[in-house]
């Protein structure tokens, strides 16, 4: 079943143009099968048709509705990246109104001294420890790369936009003016 859903999407995304970008984000975030179950969702509820078969004929042959579906996509996405946008702000505001009221915010200066303090001790142990099999090694290396994103990720909130969420809001603003037509 999953395997027809799959197909079914990818059909959808070679009959409509301009959703394949989105659906290989989609893919690269969720997991295929959520994509591929959205992509049908939202082609059934378009096309009115209770099949997946019967929503591809009604789309591979009206451009009408081809486009209703990609501005559903469209949609769909924008509201994503809206609420991603959205609960990051919240965080930064809960954030500044707990420095504001208590001064320190325990919770968070623990997570970064414990991610950092572990980045240390297995960075020291790879340098120190010489009869190390290669395999933890491996895995001492894998979790300092754990502990060195949870810093980049404590630094891009606490710091704000990096290049990515700066890419981020152009989309998200691309988005909106599609919607907006």
């Not at 009206?62 to 609420?83: A, G, M, P, V, W």
């Amino acid at each position: 079943m999953i395997v027809d859903i799959v197909k079914a999407a990818l059909s959808i995304v070679s009959i409509v143009p301009g959703i394949s970008n989105i659906f290989e984000k989609w893919t690269k975030s969720y997991s295929v099968e959520t994509a591929s179950k959205t992509i049908v969702s939202l082609a059934k509820s378009i096309t009115g048709s209770s099949t997946i078969n019967g929503s591809m004929n009604k789309l591979s042959n009206n451009t009408e509705l081809q486009n209703k579906l990609q501005e559903s996509i469209i949609k769909n996405e924008y509201e994503i990246e809206l609420s991603i946008i959205t609960d990051r702000q919240n965080a930064r505001l809960r954030d500044i109104e707990y420095l504001k009221s208590n001064g320190h915010n325990r919770r968070a200066d623990i997570m970064v001294v414990s991610a950092a303090l572990s980045l240390i001790f297995c960075l020291v142990v790879i340098v120190y420890c010489k009869n190390i099999p290669g395999e933890i090694v491996g895995i001492i290396s894998t979790m300092a790369g754990i502990f060195g994103s949870c810093l980049k990720d404590a630094y891009s909130f606490e710091f704000g936009s990096s290049r990515g969420s700066k890419e981020k809001d152009i989309t998200v603003a691309s988005i909106l003016s599609k919607i907006k037509k």
